[in-house]
Nanobody, 123 residues
């Protein structure tokens, strides 16, 4: 059974950078769409960035130009986060789905989830 495990979260000052990683314990070539999502306390989970197997990416407007999603070997997913802001503070999750969707940033489209990694950005 495939599992996703996130790492790389931590605490950083505003303007700093972090790189999140998501490692798949099994072969995930059948997963056509992977993404990063986040949830802050008392807020709904939201899509951050997604990537298709063909490399096509989507970003939330709030992170466009600051975050970069990438993947390698169909087993690892990354999120490079630059110029972090306090409003980026949240639990970050990676997720995968075998299905393509017209709304890849909709977290409800995903079936496989990691446990999450906390990102805290201070002023």
């Amino acid at each position: 059974q495939v599992q996703l495990v996130e790492s790389g979260g931590g605490s950083v000052q505003a303007g700093g950078s972090l790189r999140l990683s998501c490692a798949a314990s099994g072969y995930i070539a059948s997963w056509n769409l992977m993404g990063w999502f986040r949830q802050a306390p008392d807020k709904e989970r939201e899509g951050v960035a997604t990537i298709k197997r063909d490399g096509n990416t989507n970003y939330a407007d709030s992170v466009q130009g600051r975050f970069i999603i990438s993947q390698d070997n169909a087993k690892n997913l990354y999120l490079q986060m630059n110029n972090l802001k306090p409003e980026d503070t949240a639990m970050y999750y990676c997720a995968a789905t075998p299905w393509l969707t017209r709304d890849p940033l909709d977290w409800q489209r995903y079936q496989l989830w990691g446990q999450g990694t906390q990102v805290t950005v201070s002023v």
